[in-house]
């Protein structure tokens, strides 16, 4: 594990020149997408953050962490000859699987059927943290993880710069986000996570702010956790419209409403400053323990 956090370094340290997509700051941020309820929006929202960083001129990188019901692919149009399942059985290297879009960003398709990453052997779980660390190359890169709690999806949000967890005004997603907030406070050292809330389908400002206040307040009163609103997006048919197209939306309607939220969202996260020390190798050290 300790010459893989030496290479590591080496390609943290590597970074930085202007040909790489300009990661002047030097390290990738890793920022999660997940949410309680299925269906609530966060594969567009992770797909199209994804775009509105790239178009940023920033280089990024979707991974489809739902390993069960794998779709970044289908939304972008784009048929994967390999997916994280060929990585993991060492099939296929990491620069094999990622696959350029016509959109500016790369995605790393999920692998239907293989339930769980934290199931890996050590020897697999090494081989993924190797390849995974060419992924330095990126500024970003969003994880479209699986709903609900796995310990999949928990390691990864453990290891993420940023949590983002999507919801909708519907009691039932409410109640699912709160659920996972818990689940998260519980399972991980909360004091070391920002996590974010995105109010996804609403029809207004306030709508928005009602529900994220819901959310906040309860995980304050009884989780102790604090719980940052990132912002809403609109209920919006150019979503649908553009997963039809399959082409993300900030492509299809860059005018619309759901793609200004969107914008929006990045921009919030760019003003919150990430704690140092974060990227890739901490990302790897975080996901997966040890000195990685
Ligand atoms: N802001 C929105 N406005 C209108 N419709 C939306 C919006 N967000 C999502 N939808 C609708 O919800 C559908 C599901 O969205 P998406 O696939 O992104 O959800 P998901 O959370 O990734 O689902 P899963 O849990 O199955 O992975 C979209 O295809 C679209 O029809
Ligand atoms: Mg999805």
Redesign the pocket.
Known sequence: MTDQAEKLRELMKSRGNPNNGGGARGKTRIITVS?GK????????AINLAMAYAQLGKRVVVMDA?LG?A?VNV?LGVIPRYNLYHLIRKQKTLAEIVVDTAYGIQIIAGASGFSKIANLSEEERRTFIGELGALANADIIVI?C??GVSSNVISFIAAADDAII?TTPEPTAITDAYGIIKIIATEIDSLDLGLKLVV??VHSVVEGRRVAERVITIAGQFLNLKVDYLGF?????V??AA?VRQKPFLVMDPRSK?AACVRHLVGRLENVDYRDGKGIPQFLRKLFGGDA
């Not at 299925?38 to 929202?45: A, F, L, R, Y």
């Open positions: 949410s299925g269906g609530v929006g966060k594969t567009n929202i739902d019901l779709n939304v479209d699986a709903a999507v996804n389908r997006v609109y209920e919006d048919p979503v649908h997963v759901a």
